[in-house]
């Protein structure tokens, strides 16, 4: 009531401890500590105190345990602590291999790792293991976008095109991906040593008085000076 119909958060906090505290086994303390977890992670931002509540919670083994340990790994790389968010991620993987949420950890353990500097390789491993054991999931476009894109971060660039043009078959928002391949051919076109070539030359000759603009008129043309150029405009 405090919660919910009141919007006394506080108050509310305070009784579902109270009952927490004084009966520990009962059946209605696994759904207050639910709440709290939530109450602490929405209102008070407290995502550390939610993670508690959260562990005692997947302690009492209740039918939702894989939901409830995934929660506990989002909570995790929500505070930025990534190593512990790969850990619980992966123990969702490993104690709870029947649950559907099993893809979501292991998409979220790639994304863990792919935000540790060094851990790209690792990261790729752990997107491509989620493309292997769930070809037909709609995280499988997701996951080879975030792999397109360390490819093109470690400049594997033409390799990192061909597995967004994969990503774009299934991915919800398929622009997105269509940019990031129009950009990187983009940089790929200014990148090529032809093209980079040609522009130092440019400048060299620029830079030598060599390369001059092209005549405006036919006396220029010809060889003669822009005050020629003029008189024979004025005339004219």
Known sequence: MYYLELRDPPRAVEIYRELIQSFPDAPETLTARLQL?????????????????????????????????????????????????????????QKYGASAYVERALFLKAQALEMVEGKHAE????????????????LQPHALF????????????ES??????????NHPDPEVVQSAISRLRKRIEATTPARVGLAALKERQKAKGLLRPAPRTSIEAAGGSAEEAARDRGER
């Open 37 to 93: 977890a939530q109450i602490l992670r929405v209102h008070y931002r407290d995502l550390r105190g939610a993670i508690s509540e959260l562990a005692a919670a997947i302690a009492q083994n209740p039918p939702q345990s894989a939901e409830l340990k995934y929660e506990v790994a989002k909570l995790y790389f929500e505070l930025s602590d990534f190593q512990q968010c790969e850990l619980e991620a992966d123990a969702v993987v």
């Open 160 to 169: 990192a095109i061909e597995i967004w043009v994969r990503a774009l078959k």
């Open 123 to 138: 990261a790729t491993c752990a997107f491509q293991d989620l493309i292997d054991r769930f070809p037909h999931s709609e």
């Open 146 to 157: 975030e792999i397109g894109k360390m490819r093109a971060e470690a400049g594997e660039l």
